[in-house]
């Protein structure tokens, strides 16, 4: 992966973030969220649903707080 490609992922991680924390959602709770629940929360972001190694990123996001 490059660092454009790097980049993208973490503004997209981020966009995320801020999705979830709006539904005062924590790192646990992103961990059990379903493919729906994903869905829901890219909608909520304006992002394409994300990948398997995004929603790792998210989660980290969401732990270091």
């Known amino acids: 992966?490059?660092?454009?490609?790097?980049?993208?992922?973490?503004?997209?991680?981020?966009?995320?973030?801020?999705?979830?924390?709006?539904?005062?959602?924590t790192a646990a709770d992103a961990r059990a969220m379903t493919e729906e629940d994903w869905a829901n929360?890219?909608?909520?972001?304006g992002v394409n649903i994300p990948s398997l190694t995004t929603r790792d990123l998210v989660i980290k996001i969401l732990e270091k707080e």
């Open 1 to 25: 992966m490059n660092a454009y490609e790097m980049l993208g992922r973490r503004n997209k991680a981020d966009k995320l973030v801020a999705a979830i924390r709006r539904l005062d959602g």
């Open 41 to 45: 929360a890219a909608k909520l972001a």
